[in-house]
């Protein structure tokens, strides 16, 4: 076997050897290693685009870390040339950092002196939105900021769920649905007009088509799907009328509430007493609004008990919650700001003295004692309910022009939903309380 002698002649090259392997290791230790997007208020040229990158990252299959309570609830992602641009393109503000930095935020971060957290995001999520097929005479705050955010979402109706189809999806958000088959409480105001004619001859029809004789049994059938699908292990989200009426009727599912303009026979006798609050997710102890001519569904609802609170002082609290303890809370709560400016809705906010006990309230209006934004658990599932209809429009009316989330990048109201649109991609840690 041959044998090969390989010399150095270490005399003749030690000043150039030594330039190049000093250059070689400042550039390896120095090198970039993350990319860092901010979500503090200075940060940040565009938040809502910003949830979109970390979507588009994680369906390129790669691991996202939410930095909780850090710069505004950063994001920190791997560093490539695509993600770079993907950035620039979208808009995006997001510094480049070393391996030293992003050791250094991370060890800050693990701190037991700071209430901060590093959340590994694991798997875009399979988003759903529950909305009626075509046009509505009013647009969904959800489906505004998803389309803005650059983040897929699939469109199911009553068709799809009662056909078990949400066992496809991680995520589902309720568009601004009434559930109790009064179409919406529209009769008193809209009876005659001929949007609200045809969506009740449509919701008919397609009642019909699925096997029921009314569309409250319908919206009935619908209802405890989505019940059963958040108790299996989704997460669903809803705004909105949506929120109550869903509520209303889960606690109704036994029993007649409509009245005959709705689905042309009486309603149960005595259907306040025969409602089942066990079997409602977020609030108990609700008294129904009996009269078709009222907008209302029931006393869970504070629009018609805001007298002490004007626009200009229409803010709500978001809570702060033990990132390292209660990281499900801080997640959803993640913004550049505490104080979030209110808006209303069908349902505006929730009265808290009708929250139930076991369901966490995020976000609270406290001079009038409203719940806006809450959070609960129900079997292995996830809820979350959002009081307001659209964050960058005070007052919504049916008809009104869509909102330009062009004009509102930086929405810390629209952010709340898109906290919500990323959590269920968190990998999954044993709760410590």
Same mark, same amino acid.
């Given at each position: ?181 009064? *179409?919406? &409480?529209?009769?008193? =105001?809209? #009876? @005659?007009?001929?949007?609200? !004619?045809? %969506? ?11 096997? *029921?004789? &009314?569309?409250?049994? =319908?919206? #009935? @059938?619908?209802?405890?799907? !989505?019940? %059963? ?205």
């Amino acid at each position: 076997m041959t044998t090969y002698r390989f010399k150095l002649h270490v005399h003749k090259f030690p000043k150039r050897i030594f330039l190049i392997l000093v250059l070689f290791c400042s550039v390896f230790l120095g090198r970039a290693s993350e990319i860092l997007i901010p979500m503090d208020a200075e940060g940040q040229q565009n938040h809502l685009k910003a949830y979109g990158i970390a979507y588009w990252v994680l369906e390129k299959q790669y691991k996202v870390q939410w930095l909780l309570n850090y710069r505004g609830g950063a994001f920190m992602l791997p560093d490539r040339e695509a993600i770079r641009k993907e950035c620039q393109i979208r808009g995006v503000s997001f510094e480049i950092l070393s391996d030293g930095q992003k050791q250094s935020i991370l060890e800050g971060i693990a701190s037991p002196s700071q209430n901060q957290e590093a959340v590994v995001l694991e798997k875009a999520p399979k988003i759903a939105v529950y909305s009626p097929k075509g046009n509505q005479p009013w647009d969904d705050a959800v489906t505004l900021v998803l389309t803005y955010a650059e983040i897929p979402y699939d469109v199911v109706y009553d068709e799809e769920v009662l056909n078990d189809q949400l066992v496809l999806y991680n995520w589902l958000h309720l568009h601004h649905e009434d559930f109790t088959g009064q *179409y919406g &409480k529209f009769y008193g =105001a809209f #009876r @005659a007009a001929p949007w609200y !004619i045809e %969506n009740k001859q449509n919701a008919e029809a397609l009642a019909a088509k699925l096997g *029921y004789s &009314k569309v409250s049994e =319908a919206k #009935r @059938a619908v209802a405890l799907k !989505i019940r %059963n699908y958040v108790i299996g292990g989704g997460f669903m989200f809803a705004m909105c009328s949506a929120t109550d009426s869903f509520d209303i009727a889960l606690a109704a599912s036994e029993v007649d509430i409509c009245e005959p303009m709705f689905d042309g026979d009486p309603s149960s006798p005595g259907y306040q007493q025969k409602l089942d609050f066990t079997k409602s997710f977020a609030f108990q102890d609700f008294i129904l609004e009996r009269s078709p001519l009222r907008y209302e569904f029931s006393s869970i609802d504070m629009t018609n008990k805001r007298g002490n609170v004007a626009k200009e002082a229409d803010y709500f609290t978001l809570m702060d919650f033990s990132a390292k303890w209660d990281p499900v809370p801080t997640m959803l709560c993640q913004n550049h700001t505490s104080l979030v400016k209110g808006f209303m809705g069908q349902t505006t906010a929730f009265d808290r003295k009708l929250v139930k006990s076991t369901v966490l309230v995020l976000g609270e209006n406290r001079i009038n004692s409203e719940a806006r934004y809450i959070h609960g658990i129900k079997g292995k599932g996830f809820f979350t309910f959002y009081g307001g209809h659209d964050p960058e429009d005070y007052q919504h009316r049916v008809g009104d022009p869509k909102t330009e989330l062009e004009l509102h990048p930086t929405s810390p109201g629209y952010r709340l939903i898109l906290n919500n649109v990323l959590f269920p991609a968190a990998r999954k840690k044993k709760q410590k309380t």
